[in-house]
């Protein structure tokens, strides 16, 4: 009988599979494929275990409850999907550097990686910066994400060694440490790299509350877990932080063409901001 109300306990209704939905919309603007039922399953029923709840109907009951708020952290961080790499696409790497070549970025850039993960766009942005200007100027990334769980990962800026494979042997020795004893196997990013970067959680259907502008912003391989009126709110959102003139980089696989005529495409996922 016990083994019977686990099965059954395991088990999502189209209903409740759609009530949750719904409610990760609600707090982040995310569309879930109706074909993640099994992901949101998985995901989840590992808490309605922890949380001795007998179905998904108690776990909706505990994410509607205002007073539960870490628990809706949670499901969050749990139903948001964080896959990055050092210097993934390396194309809008040759772009940032194009840019600075032409002197176009100077030594008080500011860059965002608008969905910074566990930290890894965010980090490639810097050491990019610092191979460039070096630490001492005034430069500066922020990285963003809504999910509190990587932005811890991020922030602790320690990496597997085996993840340092596409970053240049030069800025790794220069701005990386080695671990070694019981941290043999894994890598850091050094302090004086990480004074330049900060991490903070961020909804991007909400707008950015910063006093300064950004020169660049990395907004990849995030638009297609949106709806197109979504992707077009996240986009003005971005222009409203971003300097004129300055450059919105999108996933290769992404397009933004034709959301704002003031977006000029410069080259593929590459669009610069004339006002």
């Known amino acids: 009988m016990t083994e019977l109300l686990m099965r059954e306990s395991r088990f999502i209704s189209?209903?409740?599979f759609q009530q949750i939905r719904d409610?990760?919309?609600q707090r982040s603007g995310i569309h879930l494929n109706a074909t993640k039922k099994s992901l949101v399953t998985g995901r989840l029923y590992k808490r309605l275990t922890e949380l001795d709840l007998a179905d998904f109907d108690a776990y909706l009951q505990l994410l509607r409850d205002p007073q539960q708020s870490k628990e809706a952290e949670m499901a969050l961080n749990l139903l948001t999907t964080n896959e990055t790499y050092f210097f993934r696409e390396p194309k809008h790497f040759e772009f940032l550097q194009s840019l600075i070549t032409r002197g176009e970025l100077q030594k008080r850039v500011r860059v965002w990686s608008a969905a910074a993960s566990t930290g890894e766009e965010a980090f490639s942005i810097a050491l990019a910066l610092a191979g460039q200007f070096g630490l001492q100027d005034p430069w500066q990334v922020t990285g963003t994400d809504i999910n509190t769980r990587v932005l811890a990962r991020a922030r602790a800026a320690v990496y597997p060694l085996q993840d340092s494979q596409k970053i240049d042997?030069?800025?790794l020795k220069a701005f990386c440490v080695k671990g070694v004893g019981k941290d043999n196997g894994w890598f850091r990013i050094r302090p004086e790299i990480r004074q330049h970067v900060q991490f903070q959680q961020h909804n991007l259907m909400l707008p950015l509350q910063t006093t300064q502008k950004f020169?660049?912003?990395?907004?990849r391989n995030v638009l297609i877990y949106f709806e197109?009126?979504?992707k077009k709110r996240i986009v003005l959102n971005m222009l409203d932080v971003l300097k004129p003139g300055g450059?919105?980089?999108?996933?290769?696989s992404e397009s933004i063409h034709g959301y704002d005529p003031r977006l000029v495409q410069q080259r593929p996922a590459c669009y610069r901001y004339q006002p």
Do not use: M, P
């Open 14 to 16: 189209d209903q409740q």
């Open 23 to 25: 409610w990760l919309y």
């Open 169 to 171: 042997q030069a800025l």
């Open 215 to 219: 020169d660049v912003i990395f907004l």
């Open 228 to 230: 197109l009126e979504d």
């Open 247 to 252: 450059y919105l980089l999108v996933g290769h």
